[in-house]
């Protein structure tokens, strides 16, 4: 079987965002979730082709940096 799908080229594409060493990314939907539970730190707006609006996108690493 293989992973295809809307949701495999959203990940395919975050995948530059993260740095390397085990970043975890996270949308607000997650975010919403886990706020208060584990820190979040902001990386800003990502425009991903297929989206029409930018993405918040976040991580579980304080290292990370700022969207590109």
């Not at 530059?16 to 085990?22: E, L, P, R, S, V």
């Not at 979040?40 to 690493?61: C, N, T």
Request: hydrophobic share 40%; net charge positive.
């Amino acid at each position: 079987y293989t992973a295809s799908g809307p949701v495999t080229n959203l990940a395919a594409s975050l995948a530059g965002y993260a740095n390397k060493g085990g970043d975890i990314l996270i949308g607000d939907e997650i975010k919403h979730l886990i706020e208060g539970v584990w820190p979040i730190f902001s990386l800003g707006q990502v425009r991903l082709k297929g989206l029409d609006k930018p993405l918040k996108i976040y991580s579980l690493k304080q290292e990370s940096q700022s969207a590109r």
